[in-house]
């Protein structure tokens, strides 16, 4: 990516090694699931079946393969695909002696992939990260055979959220933004950002009302997390998340932000 690229300034992945690496170690079992990866094996009772082929989209090192593999031990196989390659390169390590596990580098606006070729769809905290999602949802539903299952932030309301990294803070780790930086040009429009979008309910509807075969389009809350664990009491100091999510009646929250999560469901119609 090249940084004065004014259409990539969201894209922070690319350098974000420390990133990989805690999702890494989620993959090889050396940190703790996610709550959201077994959330989502949860959420696959009754839709996955022996030989399933599950793609999941924006999969980072595979980490909720981990969740899948623990909860259904019957064979079924599983296609990572992260725009960022040593994310992809990570996984590949991760899970190299799983003979039904592949990996490759792919976008999520143009996958190389043809159209129904998998029975289930996963993409799991990455819609609200990116600056629009009519076509990375019209690229997952086309891939889709059977039934696609998305994790974003979802409400009764859409908010356009960007977080804005402090001086001396630095959501790329080659990009040391010193106080001599500007945060906001002289239009006020930030330097750099994270996207943090909140979409409402509605707004997914009207994604979806135009793509061919949708059926029990279905949106709810995801509130399958304990409480307890956010804590980083267990982590090694080295390897501790600075911005730990906290839980405030009954919601997540990252920094200032209640983070309404919910999975998005939509089943292909049999012909
Ligand atoms: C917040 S992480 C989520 C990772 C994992 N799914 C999880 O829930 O922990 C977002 C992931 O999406 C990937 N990503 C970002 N933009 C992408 C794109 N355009 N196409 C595919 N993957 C993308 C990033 O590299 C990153 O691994």
């Given at each position: ?98 003979a039904d596990a592949l990996f490759q580098v792919d976008d999520i606006y143009n996958l190389s992939l043809t159209d129904q070729s998998f029975d289930i769809v996963l993409c799991n905290n990455l819609l609200l990260h990116l600056p ?103 982590w090694p100091e080295y390897d501790k998340p600075k911005n730990i999510t906290k839980v405030i009646a009954g919601l997540q929250v990252n920094g200032y932000i209640l983070e309404p999560w919910a999975f998005i469901r939509a089943d292909?119609?049999?012909?």
């Open positions: 990516m090249s940084k004065n690229n004014i259409n990539d300034i969201w894209r922070v992945w690319e350098s974000s090694v420390q990133y990989g690496e805690m999702l890494y170690n989620r993959a090889i079992g050396q940190a703790p699931e996610m709550e959201s990866s077994k959330a989502v094996a949860k959420a696959l009772v009754g839709i996955i079946q022996p030989g399933s082929r599950v793609l999941d989209v924006g999969c980072g090192a595979g980490h909720y393969l981990r969740s899948l593999r623990k909860q259904y031990k019957f064979q079924f196989s599983y296609f990572g695909i992260d725009a960022t390659m040593p994310y992809i390169e990570l996984a590949k390590k991760a899970f190299e002696h799983d629009s999602i009519v076509q990375p949802i019209r690229e997952l539903w086309r891939v889709t055979g059977s039934t696609l299952l998305i994790r974003s932030m979802v409400g009764e309301n859409s908010f356009r959220i960007q977080q804005i990294p402090e001086w001396e803070q630095n959501i790329q780790e080659d990009t040391k933004i010193s106080e001599k930086d500007p945060l906001f040009d002289e239009n006020g429009e930030a330097l750099r950002f994270h996207y943090f979008n909140i979409y409402s309910s509605a707004y997914i509807e009207w994604c979806f009302q135009n793509l061919r075969g949708v059926e029990n389009l279905h949106i709810w809350p995801d509130q399958d997390f304990s409480n307890d664990a956010f804590s980083t009491d267990d292909r119609r049999r012909i």
